[in-house]
């Protein structure tokens, strides 16, 4: 594989894209149709988590070969899906597994203002 700078014009078109939403997502296909398990996976996580679709962009790297090498090189990760919180990268499918069942994504998303924070209810004296 040969190595390709990302052109001044690319980084900062991407650099827009990531912080053009709480949650910017880099997959194949679209939520509502995945058209590859790890990104099925990853919007299946985020359901999960109750994430509002008006705050996740999901842009669809199979229309646009440019965006799919692009987004890695950005990234300096290699697969898709990525994904991005408030213009910070995350991981792909396997890290927002492990933060899933670690409970780390739920607090980074709750952090990030992703999702509303779930308020413990207070210890009731029996």
């Known amino acids: 594989m ?14 827009t894209t990531v912080k053009s939403a ?6 194949k ?13 990853v919007v299946q996580i985020l359901d999960l988590h109750g994430v509002p ?6 842009l669809n790297v199979l229309e646009d070969q440019e965006l799919r090498n692009n ?6 990760w290699p697969t898709i899906p990525q994904v991005y919180v408030n213009g ?3 991981g792909g499918c396997d890290i927002i597994m492990g933060m ?6 739920e607090t980074l998303l709750e952090n990030n203002g992703v999702i509303p924070k779930v308020e413990e209810a207070p210890e009731v004296a029996a």
């Open 2 to 15: 040969s190595v390709r700078l990302l052109s001044t014009e690319a980084r900062a078109q991407l650099e």
């Open 22 to 27: 709480p949650l910017v997502l880099f997959m």
């Open 29 to 41: 296909g679209t939520p509502q149709y995945p058209e590859c398990g790890f990104s099925r996976a």
């Open 53 to 58: 679709t008006e705050k996740v962009k999901s």
């Open 71 to 76: 987004i890695k090189e950005f990234s300096e």
């Open 88 to 90: 910070e990268f995350v």
């Open 100 to 105: 899933h069942q670690s409970g780390e994504l």
